[in-house]
């Protein structure tokens, strides 16, 4: 089947990303997730062994790949048509020895991904499994919840111990999240994001790390945009340099 793509320029021109014209495309969610995710290993020298958990056609691989060079990362998929495109835009933006395509169920991980990781990322599927469904086949499965508990059981039994998974989730269900997560994980580190001083959040960006024992920290968060409608700072250096400082 021959697929309608698009071919968009993210981050000032730095990256490439072909992706479909129709269905599921990456957006801000995907965008502020790894730019959250610089912001953490900015500086860091170490290398760091990373898996991006329902990576899609490759948008948060290829934006931490931009700005980390000791960083090795797992893009994991199972969508044959996402893997595709991925592959695409790995090759057009050259990174090629940084990013590595695992085609891979995270509700039915491979045993030799498990306590591998130093860092796991993941813009998972929230939309309730009883939602109505899309027309389009590519947008439902991007966006419709399988089964979310075990997705996140899946992601931190990737992670080593001590390592740490960052998620990008809607406000409302982060109570599942916690609840699910603390089975196994602790040091929990909660971002929320907020479209303006007026509106709740509807967005969070969650910290928890595998064998983590430390208090709940509330971070300052994120307003996309200030009281006169002008877009924040951070949010500007989000969008256009795919870094998030959040202290």
């Not at 290398?47 to 994991?76: F, M, P, Q, R, Y």
């Not at 169920?105 to 498990?114: A, E, G, M, Q």
């Not at 989730?169 to 929320?192: A, M, Q, Y």
């Not at 509106?199 to 969650?206: A, D, G, N, Q, Y």
Request: proline share 3%; charged share 25%.
């Amino acid at each position: 089947m021959q697929l309608d793509k698009t071919t968009d320029k993210i981050l000032r021109g730095k990256i490439t990303i072909t992706q479909m014209k129709h269905g599921y495309r990456y957006g801000f969610d995907a965008v502020c997730l790894a730019a959250f995710v610089n912001g953490y290993l900015k500086n860091n020298k170490k290398e760091i062994l990373l898996a991006d958990v329902g990576s899609g056609v490759g948008t948060i691989s290829l934006i931490l790949a931009l700005k980390n060079k000791n960083i090795k990362i797992s893009s994991i998929e199972n969508n044959e048509e996402y893997i595709k495109i991925a592959e695409e835009n790995i090759l057009e933006n050259k990174f090629m020895n940084n990013i590595k395509i695992v085609n891979n169920d995270i509700l039915n991980i491979n045993n030799n991904l498990i306590n591998h990781f130093n860092i796991v990322v993941s813009n998972p599927p929230f939309h309730n499994k009883s939602s109505n469904k899309s027309n389009n086949k590519f947008k439902d499965v991007a966006k419709r919840m399988i089964d979310f508990e075990k997705w996140m059981e899946g992601c931190v039994k990737l992670l080593k111990n001590k390592g740490t998974l960052f998620i990008i989730i809607p406000t409302d269900v982060l109570n599942i999240v916690l609840v699910k997560l603390s089975n196994k994980t602790g040091s929990f580190k909660i971002f929320p994001i907020w479209p303006d001083s007026k509106k709740s959040s509807k967005r969070i960006i969650l910290f928890a790390k595998k064998g983590g024992a430390s208090p709940t920290e509330l971070m300052p968060g994120l307003k996309l945009y200030n009281s006169k409608g002008v877009e924040s700072k951070k949010a500007t250096m989000l969008s256009e340099e795919g870094v998030l400082n959040f202290y």
